[in-house]
């Protein structure tokens, strides 16, 4: 075939290459083979909802992007919120067909399952930001939403900070995921809004109402302090972030330690039943993990929680490249993102625990302490930062081929 017939064949549009993952057995043979572009949007989305479900209010939705990334975040949200969302806002650059199909997707998607999740009545619009008026409509849509999804893969802030780094825009309480950009020349959220999100905070408000600060922003990894234009041009550090596994397993780890303080708060207690739960070098038996003291809370933030939980060993496998670009960062920062051990193997180490030697002082400060983390999440300020993990898109597609084994869907191909 000649290059003529080759450019006649060739398709109109602009064709964008197409990712796939490839699952391998323990010795190395592939044994299925996926589209990537709707799993890894998927698996993201999927993540985001461990914090999108922690919230206490949903009722606006704001996406930027009208991408895959964006149909998944809305659509998982609506399958946990539904019936409390009133109303979603989309914001695209422009009203393109891939917008269209988004909005069309929603507007006539199954009556029965809308139904039943709750967001029959739910409105959804579309904004382009080439409209006349955009400023004013951009100024609403950020400052009415309760959660902000940021989608797209832009070199510049999508919306002005002052919408939410003024008095009017603190005083409600958002949750903002950031999971469109992933290279340092990549920026989403303006600076302003991350400095705002990891300031220290003071009990001086000015009498003025205000959505309570963590202190820190969530990321799925530290590799986001590197990757992420937002942080790099924050220069935020790696103190000032919580990473969402480690919130995970707070969570598992204080399910753990309440069966034992209930065990150990009962009625009848004597020192045959402490032996029962200590081994016999007096280590806890496994399924019991450490529970960090603090000594005070005058000035203790949601991350005080996690920061008694980080040292400053060696990770094991520091990274061989360094960011492009030209903004600079201070040399110290670069080096404790990797000079981080990580939180949750110290977390899961066991010591040994003298029941008797627990003041009642300590444990109050220490719920106050997982109450204020609680509270943050669920009514606060949170911002999430997400570049990505591939283990996820391992974990999720192992699942998928499972179930399209079960459900007999796709193709399967015999002695491959």
Known sequence: MGPNALAKSAPKHEVSPQ????????EGKPFAFINSREITAFRTALTSSLLVSRRSKVKVLTCFGCGRQAYWHVRLTLLLRGSTIKKVHFINRDLSDRAAALMKEFISFDSAIKKSEGWSDTVFDLTSLRFGDVERALKTQVRSADIIFCTTPSTVPLFDPTILTSNEGRKRARL?????????????????IIDQATRSQTTNHFFQRRAEEGG????????????AGELVEANVRADRTVELGELVMLEYIENEQAMVDDYYDGAGQTQASHDSLLGGNGNLNRGVFRRDSVASTSSSTPLSKIESRKSSSNLSRPPSSKPSGNRSRRS????????RKSSISESLNLRHRNPSLLSLRSKK?????????SRWLSVGNVIYKSVGIGLMDLISGIDIVRLAQEKGIGTTISDF
């Not at 995921?177 to 303006?190: C, H, Q, R, T, W």
């Not at 922003?217 to 990757?227: A, K, N, P």
């Not at 400060?365 to 983390?373: A, V």
């Open 19 to 26: 990712g796939a993952l490839t699952l391998m057995t323990a």
């Open 176 to 192: 903002i995921i950031a999971v469109g950009s992933y290279s340092p020349n990549m920026i989403e959220l303006p600076p302003e």
């Open 216 to 227: 820190a922003i969530v990321v799925d990894s530290l590799t986001c302090l590197r990757d």
């Open 332 to 339: 110290s920062d670069c080096s404790n993102v990797w000079k």
């Open 365 to 373: 400060t220490q719920t106050e302490l997982e109450n204020k983390l």
